[in-house]
């Protein structure tokens, strides 16, 4: 049955608006309305400040939307991209454009519930790895408030551009392309949501990417324009969820993971990152926080656990150097935990066989 814009906004008027200002039916926070096929998204615009005051309501139009008869799945992200009572903003994506036309095998997510858990770090290291078993691989930043590619590749030049396309930097075997490489560094942290969908629209179609077998998409962190505009545009294989063994940080990988079963994107296992350490000077491994964490909660979620990464300062020297681990030691210890990953991503991508829903997971 084809679901009609109608019969969500039908359905919104079940909910409340911020605030008691009516319901979504009518609410100018809620966004442009993406139906494809039966998957509907949207997102409600609001402040950051306000964002996690209104998850509830979030929650409740996604419930609302999904018992629309028709629609498979519901994504309704909050995103904070303009101030209340402006205009409200064309939807700079536009509404169900046909998949990108992009020559790409998988096209695989790095994600995590939240920021500084080595989610860049990971991306970029896992690209060399799967490049170094003979695969062609691209680097999507998709964070576009704060890019780690240009940092983390080392590169200062500018793509190349003919107006219309844009040629991805190619550095260590890689094709990369971050909003990095067009802007200054702090001049991203302006953009708003709508450019940032429109960022990441052009980085999949107008970036001469030409034949991959695996794009690497950097997310940034949560739930929010980047994720929806990726679930819009592309069809993604699965996502790799880095975590440290933290339980605050498995907390927010788990709703990186709940986020990733809602759009049914196979979820291809769980990384713990900085998981161990390994003093340089005697070789005695620490337990930091806890080691097993992110494989305990990952059998628990039914979710594939990947491997770890030893937290090491050679590890961070090597990201800010821009020249990543892997290539610079791609015999030592930690190139072989990046490419044992890779083995088992590449392993998940090709049985096509990111575990599906199996348990269903309550987000607190
Ligand atoms: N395994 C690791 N060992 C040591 N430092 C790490 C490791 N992984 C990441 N880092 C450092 O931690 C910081 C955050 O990593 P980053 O990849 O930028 O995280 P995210 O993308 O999740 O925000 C960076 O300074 C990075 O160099
Ligand atoms: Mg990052």
């Given at each position: 049955?084809?679901?009609?814009?109608?019969?969500?906004i039908r359905a919104l008027g079940a909910v409340p608006a911020?605030?008691g200002r009516g319901s979504l039916a009518d609410s100018?926070?809620v966004?442009?309305?993406?139906?494809?096929?039966?998957?509907?998204?949207?997102?409600?615009?609001?402040?950051?400040?306000?964002?996690?005051?209104?998850?509830?309501i979030?929650?409740a139009a996604?419930?609302a939307?999904?018992?629309?008869?028709?629609?498979?799945?519901?994504?309704?992200?909050?995103?904070?991209?303009?101030?209340?009572?402006?205009?409200?903003?064309?939807?700079?994506?536009?509404?169900?454009?046909?998949?990108?036309?992009?020559?790409?095998?998988?096209?695989?997510?790095?994600?995590?519930?939240?920021?500084?858990?080595?989610?860049?770090?990971?991306?970029?290291?896992?690209?060399?790895?799967?490049?170094?078993?003979?695969?062609?691989?691209?680097?999507?930043?998709?964070?576009?408030?704060?890019?780690?590619?240009?940092?983390?590749?080392?590169?200062?030049?500018?793509?190349?551009?003919?107006?219309?396309?844009?040629?991805?930097?190619?550095?260590?075997?890689?094709?990369?392309?971050?909003?990095?490489?067009?802007?200054?560094?702090?001049?991203?942290?302006?953009?708003?949501?709508?450019?940032?969908?429109?960022?990441?629209?052009?980085?999949?179609?107008?970036?001469?990417?030409?034949?991959?077998?695996?794009?690497?998409?950097?997310?940034?962190?949560?739930?929010?324009?980047?994720?929806?505009?990726?679930?819009?545009?592309?069809?993604?294989?699965?996502?790799?969820?880095?975590?440290?063994?933290?339980?605050?940080?498995?907390?927010?990988?788990?709703?990186?993971?709940?986020?990733?079963?809602?759009?049914?994107?196979?979820?291809?296992?769980?990384?713990?990152?900085?998981?161990?350490?390994?003093?340089?000077?005697?070789?005695?491994?620490?337990?930091?926080?806890?080691?097993?964490?992110?494989?305990?909660?990952?059998?628990?979620?039914?979710?594939?656990?990947?491997?770890?990464?030893?937290?090491?300062?050679?590890?961070?020297?090597?990201?800010?150097?821009?020249?990543?681990?892997?290539?610079?030691?791609?015999?030592?210890?930690?190139?072989?935990?990046?490419?044992?990953?890779?083995?088992?991503?590449?392993?998940?991508?090709?049985?096509?066989?990111?575990?599906?829903?199996?348990?269903?997971?309550?987000?607190?």
């Amino acid at each position: 049955m084809a679901v009609s814009r109608d019969d969500v906004i039908r359905a919104l008027g079940a909910v409340p608006a911020p605030e008691g200002r009516g319901s979504l039916a009518d609410s100018p926070q809620v966004s442009e309305i993406v139906i494809q096929d039966g998957r509907v998204s949207f997102a409600i615009l609001t402040t950051p400040e306000k964002a996690s005051s209104l998850e509830t309501i979030r929650s409740a139009a996604e419930a609302a939307v999904k018992a629309v008869p028709g629609v498979t799945d519901a994504l309704v992200a909050l995103t904070a991209d303009r101030p209340q009572g402006a205009p409200k903003a064309p939807p700079a994506a536009g509404p169900a454009k046909a998949p990108a036309p992009l020559n790409v095998r998988y096209i695989m997510a790095v994600a995590s519930g939240k920021g500084g858990v080595g989610k860049s770090t990971t991306a970029a290291n896992l690209a060399l790895a799967l490049s170094a078993k003979g695969l062609r691989v691209g680097v999507l930043d998709a964070d576009v408030y704060g890019p780690s590619m240009p940092l983390l590749f080392g590169v200062r030049t500018k793509p190349k551009s003919d107006g219309k396309t844009i040629e991805p930097i190619e550095a260590y075997g890689l094709k990369i392309m971050s909003i990095g490489f067009l802007i200054e560094a702090d001049t991203a942290m302006v953009w708003r949501g709508p450019m940032v969908m429109s960022a990441i629209t052009q980085m999949l179609r107008d970036v001469v990417w030409g034949d991959l077998d695996v794009l690497v998409v950097d997310m940034p962190p949560g739930t929010g324009d980047a994720q929806l505009t990726m679930a819009q545009q592309v069809r993604l294989a699965g996502s790799v969820i880095v975590s440290t063994p933290q339980d605050i940080a498995l907390a927010d990988a788990r709703r990186g993971v709940a986020m990733f079963r809602k759009v049914d994107v196979p979820i291809l296992g769980v990384v713990e990152n900085m998981s161990y350490f390994c003093c340089p000077n005697c070789g005695h491994r620490t337990e930091l926080f806890g080691h097993g964490g992110a494989a305990e909660e990952a059998e628990r979620l039914g979710v594939r656990f990947l491997g770890e990464i030893p937290l090491h300062a050679r590890i961070r020297e090597m990201s800010d150097a821009g020249t990543p681990i892997f290539a610079t030691e791609p015999d030592g210890e930690y190139a072989a935990a990046y490419s044992a990953i890779a083995d088992k991503v590449w392993t998940a991508l090709e049985a096509g066989s990111g575990q599906r829903p199996a348990p269903r997971i309550i987000v607190g």
